[in-house]
């Protein structure tokens, strides 16, 4: 196969799903319909989950379960600095301010030290604590479930990067130890859907409060309500919601990719191993990024860490000499709290970890459809670019 560029991550599209969506064009929905359902089913028994939500995207999935959830002005949730903007403006929508917290430099993931410390800095009623689940890694979440608790919160988490990774043995979206845990199937993501997202939880109430508000806040079960008696139009406005569905299209997709996530898994894992040890034989003062203990991920992005003030090369070099040699890479992430709306709203952070851990990141290309030797060619190119 020749291939002019090797992208830093694209969906795998095969005969199986190009079918599926095929079948839901020539039937009778196209949202709102059967597929939906069995994408949500499906979803609950990939990762143990009781019930699951479709929705229209991963931010969707994020605003939905705080706004279920009940987060409102005045609360504060906590959201670490490295991570997709999304998991912090969700919370914004919901009218709730933030306190970031600060990440391990090796891993970029909140700790529970680091979310004592964001804890200690919170002034208001703290009512969501949201780790990020970076690149497919989780962390110490029983700890963390327990600390959320201690301060009158729950644990919602950002699971976007980490469907089918396991921590302790158990799936990522289970919710044992948060009240519910959010997936993105944006084409970078481990399951492409175009757009979509789901959200998980343990809690049926929560998870009826957030079918309503992805559809404007519409109430139709005549069980809850009187004024239905003989009125078959009946149906209800009580809250305020949005359009946040999911079109069956999309979920056929979605459901498709999803019978093909054990495959995913494992070939992701090939290849993050074949990078691991394409770097250890390359003697390259480069290093995979710091595997945390109990989580066996399902790495959704391959980022390494490179000192790049002791190499002499800017990282936009690397990159650029990258690129050149046909290989693309991408930065996960500027520190949220960099981004100039958050330091107009909260002025600059004292984050050292996410600074650290931001100054030598690089994500490699990581996908499915990858060749068993291009991790090793990709190491042999920024051998090339870092040895000049
Ligand atoms: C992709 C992503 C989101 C948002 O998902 P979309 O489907 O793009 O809206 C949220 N959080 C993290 C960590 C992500 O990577």
Redesign the pocket.
Known sequence: MSRSFLPYGRQSIDESDIAAVVEVLRGDWLTTGPTIDALETAFCDAVGAEHAVAC???????HLALAAEGVAPGDVCIVPAI?????AN?ALYCGADIVFADVDPDTGLMTPETLADALGRAGGKVRAVLP???AGQCEALDEMAVQAEAAGAVLVE?A??AVGSRWRGEPVGNCKHSRAA?F???P??TIAAG???MVTTRDGELARRMRTLRSHGIERDPSRHERQAGEPWWHEMQSLGWNYRLSDIQAALALSQLRRLDSFAKRRSTLARAYDAALADSNLSVSPLARTPHCDPCL?LYPVRIDFDAIGLSRADVMAGLAERGVGSQV??IPVSDQPYYTARYGPQDLPGAQAYYARTLSLPLFVDMLDEDPAFVIDRLAQVLNG
Do not use: I, Q, R
Request: proline share 0%.
């Open positions: 229209s995207n991963g931010t969707t999935a994020l991570t997709f903007m999304a998991t969700a990020v689940h970076l950002d976007c990067h959010t993105s199937f944006h970078v993501k757009e979509g997202g959704h996960h992430y």
